[in-house]
């Protein structure tokens, strides 16, 4: 590979010439592949299963620094001609296709169920659908991308992923900053680089770093950090990632951050799994010598205040008092009342509902809410939401026509099998499996059918695909057009 001169000089002085020769050598080698498992769907009697079918037997090697979901691939037989986004597993969401030093950042950056989490430079969804997971249906998410065709790849993948307690932006970070001011407990900055780190896996970025190098990004990036700064709670952590090498972006950032701000504090991160101490002995670099991976940059701050004890490093956060504890049953009740009410104003998604055997999940803790025909599950009150650019507002439920109710590919990622009444079971290895992803009519002859005629949950080694419309054997094919196969 063809390196600019004036970044082979860049890391010489960087790395020193033993660390040098490591580096070229290490640009010779193939990069690696990885996924990473989804837990919201597979249980872990299942994911012994789970893997054997993705990775064609064996057992894969873990990614250590994944928090137990990352593996390593060279892949199975997935999918058509082998292809790992096109196995019917990817359909139903239970992994997504990451490689395995972008696992890092998300890992780092410790999350828990219930808090305020924004990652800001979201797209594709690798790192959101990783915070996601880990918030378990609790809390919210607000993914954002500033690009609206990559804001819409990202709306995909966290629906896909079943997770429905997320706001999807496309804004600028100051205006996301007008709205949050001081609101979320966790933020990730992956922050837009001169990608130093990924010039053995996407070569073509070598053409972008002659065009514009690490001067073009440097003010871009203080700029996102000096707004997610704003955005941060007292006590609050925030984690700035790159992938690339180049110290003025890296170090430098943080730096310049800790002056800028001087209510942030820089905390340090374990040298753990192959990782190597910044430059500054408080952040983190992978270099692809030292670990099986691409090269990446990571730095965590907590913003002074707030939260002491376990919760200011990161910890669970301590549980509420009883006077919280009170004011959150009144809040409760609040929504059980005008959700109830919601419920009797639409009575044909009602009866829809009833077909779910067991409370569904998102509702004792969402709002629901109908706009121009379309319904939603909302992980804020409707009026507590601030005007901006949304590509979705929760969890997009369905439409309503002529008052009756369709429901939506979001609501069926949502769902496990034996949640819904009506159901039709595929094998993966059915090519019915792959003519269903490919929006085609379908019989449910000789399959585990479950439930009469109408909507049917469609579903491959029972995890759901998506709905269908059941006559006899007949199930008219209702996966969204947008997400099928070609």
């Not at 994911?47 to 090697?61: D, M, N, Q, S, Y």
């Not at 408080?282 to 205040?305: D, M, N, T, V």
């Not at 069926?412 to 099998?417: I, R």
Request: hydrophobic letters at 35%; glycine letters at 12%; proline letters at 7%.
């Amino acid at each position: 590979m063809e390196l600019p001169v004036a970044y082979l000089e860049e890391m010489l002085l960087l790395l020193g010439r033993t660390e040098y020769e490591k580096y070229k050598s290490s640009m010779e080698a193939e990069s690696v592949s990885g996924l990473r498992l989804n837990p919201l769907k597979i249980p872990a009697r299942r994911r012994e299963a789970v893997l054997h079918k993705i990775f064609g037997g064996g057992t894969p090697e873990a990614v250590p620094w994944s928090l137990g979901d990352g593996y390593y691939g060279d892949f199975g037989p997935l999918g058509e001609g082998g292809t790992p986004g096109k196995h019917p597993y990817h359909g139903a969401g239970l992994y997504y296709l990451q490689e395995p030093s972008a696992m890092a950042p998300a890992a780092l950056l410790p999350v828990w169920p219930g808090e305020r989490v924004l990652d800001l430079c979201a797209a594709p969804g690798g790192k959101s659908t990783a915070l996601g997971a880990r918030l378990s249906g609790t809390g919210l998410l607000v993914a954002n991308d500033r690009s609206v065709s990559r804001a819409r790849a990202l709306l995909r993948n966290l629906e896909r992923f079943g997770i429905w307690n997320c706001l999807v932006t496309a804004e600028e970070p100051g205006r996301l900053a007008e709205c949050f001011p001081g609101f979320f407990d966790k933020i990730l900055v992956d922050a837009p680089c001169s990608g130093e780190g990924m010039f053995r896996r996407e070569p073509s970025m070598v053409s972008d770093w002659e065009k514009r190098g690490p001067a073009h990004y440097v003010p871009v990036q203080r700029e996102i950090l000096r707004l997610a700064c704003r955005m941060l709670r007292p006590g609050g952590l925030l984690l700035y990632s790159t992938c690339t090498f180049s110290e003025t972006e890296d170090e430098g950032a943080a730096a310049w951050l800790l002056g800028a701000e001087p209510e942030l504090e820089q905390l340090a991160l374990p040298a753990a799994h192959g990782f190597s101490q910044g430059t500054d002995g408080a952040s983190l670099r992978l270099y692809p010598w030292r670990l099986k991976g691409e090269g990446h940059f990571a730095a965590l701050f907590r913003k002074k205040g707030g939260m002491s004890g376990r919760g200011a490093e990161g910890g669970k956060p301590e549980e509420t008092d009883g006077g919280g504890r009170e004011a959150e049953n009144e809040a409760d009740e609040r929504r059980r009342r005008r959700n109830g009410l919601f419920l009797k104003k639409q009575p044909d998604f009602a009866a829809f509902r009833e077909r779910i055997r067991t409370p569904f999940r998102p509702e004792s803790r969402g709002y629901y809410w109908e706009r121009d025909g379309a319904l939603y599950l909302l992980p804020l009150p409707p009026e507590e939401l601030p005007s901006l650019r949304y590509l979705r507002t929760g969890l997009f439920l369905g439409t309503m026509k002529r008052g009756r109710f369709a429901p939506s590919q979001a609501l069926a990622m949502c769902l496990k099998k034996e949640e819904f009444s009506d159901t039709a079971d595929f094998p993966a290895e059915d090519i019915r499996t792959v003519k269903y992803l490919k929006g085609e009519t379908v019989t449910a002859e000789g399959v585990s059918c479950e439930g009469g005629d109408g909507w049917c949950l469609v579903c491959v080694d029972g995890w759901p695909l998506g709905f269908a419309r059941r006559s006899g054997e007949t199930l008219k094919n209702k996966y969204d057009p947008g997400w099928r196969w070609t």
